[in-house]
């Protein structure tokens, strides 16, 4: 019984071996005769050598690298075009010579040219001021119906309230399901511009609001200009 303990004493464990073919990457260099001779299971059940089992996972990790690699090249493609579309609308944007004109260039363009079912800028001042292309209206007013959204100042992505989603998109806002925000602010608070979708998981809140970003930016340089004329 003593010499069958010390036996096993001896023996190396499963660990053990793991632990030094991990150690001693070249091992089946020099022992190319055991690769043959070493069987593992499969999916389809069947019995395969070690290099079948290799040629098996390298070309998974492959068929896996290139899905993750077009995935790359598609989404580099989408935010190229969205980057020339937000380029010719930042220019509109500049290029507008009052403050309706700027209103009326930001909504009919993210509507027309991004993936987006409605549109809104609406601009703090007195409401006396508004008109068909300007939408104009007190902070206090704005701040009964999107406090939460002004008081958190920076742009949000997701699923708004019914108060806020009236508030921001008028009479679209039964049909809005998600929806980008970003308040607007230059020293002061300016107003607010939004974009919704009529699908709920479109705007989400893990988006990243990167070009709305740069947008609301340019309007946040040319807002006060355009006001005071």
């Given at each position: 019984m003593d010499s069958v303990k010390d036996k096993n004493k001896d023996t190396p464990s499963e660990d053990d071996v793991a632990r030094y073919l991990r150690n001693?990457?070249?091992?089946?260099?020099?022992?190319?005769?055991l690769l043959a001779d070493i069987t593992l299971s499969h999916d389809s059940g069947k019995a395969v050598s070690l290099l079948e089992r290799q040629?098996?996972?390298?070309?998974?990790r492959n068929m896996e690298m290139r899905t993750r690699l077009n995935g790359l090249l598609e989404n580099a493609q989408h935010n190229d075009v969205l980057f020339e579309k937000t380029k010719a609308l930042i220019l509109s944007l500049m290029e507008a010579r009052r403050a309706d004109e700027l209103a009326d260039t930001f909504c009919r363009t993210?509507?027309?040219?991004?993936?987006v079912d409605a549109a809104s800028?609406?601009?703090f001042g007195n409401p006396g001021v508004s008109n068909t292309r300007l939408r104009v209206t007190s902070a206090d007013e704005a701040g009964k119906h999107i406090g939460s959204i002004?008081?958190?100042?920076?742009?949000i992505c997701g699923v708004?309230?019914?108060?806020?989603?009236?508030?921001?998109?008028?009479?679209?806002?039964?049909?809005?399901?998600?929806?980008?925000?970003?308040?607007?602010h230059n020293n002061r608070p300016l107003g607010i511009?939004?974009?919704?979708?009529?699908?709920?998981?479109?705007?989400?809140?893990?988006?990243g609001t990167l070009?709305?970003?740069?947008?609301?930016?340019?309007?946040?340089?040319?807002?006060?200009?355009?006001?005071?004329?």
């Open positions: 001693h990457p070249g091992f089946f260099l020099k022992h190319e005769d040629v098996s996972i390298l070309r998974d993210l509507t027309e040219n991004f993936d800028l609406i601009v002004l008081k958190n100042n920076k742009a708004l309230r019914e108060t806020e989603n009236h508030f921001l998109f008028a009479e679209q806002a039964a049909s809005i399901g998600s929806a980008a925000v970003v308040p607007l511009i939004a974009v919704g979708s009529n699908d709920p998981q479109h705007f989400q809140s893990s988006m070009f709305l970003g740069y947008i609301a930016e340019v309007i946040n340089r040319c807002l006060p200009r355009l006001l005071k004329q």
